[in-house]
């Protein structure tokens, strides 16, 4: 089997206002237990890439303490090697601080080891992929390039901002646009590439003769029309994260079972870092449906159709609809919140009603006191 390098890029990844402004999209809860870094790192290890790294942006911190050092978070996701990849030199000059100056930086993790391949994916982009079959076409047609994509038919409504790829009539990429909504039938572009060592070193190289401020999407696009870059056409799962509204959407949406199913099973987990909670408990009063329940969470209300993280307190009378409570939050007595966002440490305790909408819901800060 040939020696691949999974690298999961933070450069491209969305910002959703006040939620993501001191932590990195990749570091924000998902399910409760997970984060969204999570999701990719764990198609890497279930696909049996034992190697890889993570290109951080900004916010580093809030990787570090979810990552826990890398190798703890190794030994408890069985994910093998992980490294943290960051560019100081330009960690405050945002037009340069690309994927691509990211990976000329550390150009070491692709010169020192001996890796074939590298497989590049995003945290923005949400699905189950084994990249063992793209790696398979990829050699097959040896290939130097191959970049994933979903045919959609709603690109007028879903999938908005996103890239999307205009392939010729072999399914050769040759050209990179972004979906403004004017057509249903597109293919979106996942953001995910399975690049040949070799080649990835020669575009690091041609990136710093063209531009200095290039990133790996502006690269190959670039190069679209004057290379044969093969695609893999991917029909499974798929979502995008563009905003909070979407991260309130898609989240509550895996609350069906079998739309969860399509994203993580018993034979493809989601690896994340343990913590060393009690389980949750339900006290007198306490009625829950349709929700997921973290460790540590102690229910004294009613929670329905909503996702409680590690350790929130949910009070006598108060009741839990539609809504997303991130860890440690405090929910007084007779609270009522409905398509409510509450960000973790805060505490609900002197307003007793805040009811949102479900295309646009209420968020509360980090750490306020409502």
Known sequence: MSRILGILNLHNEKKLGEITSKRSLGALSFLGRYSFCDIPLSNFGNSKINSSCILVKNNFRSIIRHIDASQGYSENSKLGTLYMLYNEKYANEEIYNT???NLIENKWILEENNFSHVVIAPTHLIYKLDFQEVIKQHEALNSTITVCYKKINNGKKDFLNCDSYLLDETNKLRGIYQNKGTEDAINISMETYVISTSKLLEILEFSKKTSQIFTL?????YISTSL????FEYKGYLRCIENINDYFKYSLELLDLNILKEL?????PIFTKTHDTPPAKYLEGAKVKDSFISNGAIISGEVDHSIICRSVKIGKNSKIKNSIILSDTQIDDNVTLENVIVDKSAKIIYTKELKGKFDKPIYIKQGDII
């Open 99 to 101: 994927d691509i100056n």
């Open 264 to 268: 993580t099973s018993s034979s493809w």
């Open 217 to 221: 999407r502006d690269i190959l696009n």
């Open 228 to 231: 044969d870059i093969d695609t």
